[in-house]
């Protein structure tokens, strides 16, 4: 899945949606690799499935990334909680 990550946020939420991909503010600074681990971690919480199913594909040092749910997880995870916000 494509993802555009927006770092430093006041909280980890979503936004909407950047050129087909998902935005997501990130509570995690772009230093050493923490946002990429925050990132992670809350998809995988967020689509309920463990955190190792959840792998960053491209996009290390990038704001748009490219995410991979392993495949035995797929049909487990929640997708509907990666829904945009509807806009007024």
């Known amino acids: 899945m494509d993802v555009h ?5 006041p909280q ?3 936004q909407g949606l950047h050129d087909n991909a998902l935005r997501v ?5 772009p230093v050493d690799g923490k946002a990429n681990l925050a990132l ?6 967020t689509l309920g499935i463990p955190r190792a199913a959840v792998e960053l594909v491209r996009g ?19 997708w ?8 007024d």
Request: glycine share 2%; proline share 9%; aromatic share 2%.
């Open 5 to 9: 990550v927006m770092p430093n946020a």
């Open 60 to 78: 290390d040092t990038a704001r748009s990334k490219q995410l991979r749910v392993a495949a035995g997880h797929v049909a487990a995870a929640d």
């Open 40 to 45: 992670q971690a809350w998809l995988a919480k």
């Open 12 to 14: 980890t939420q979503i």
């Open 80 to 87: 509907a909680q990666l829904t945009p916000p509807a806009v």
């Open 25 to 29: 503010r990130l509570k995690a600074p």
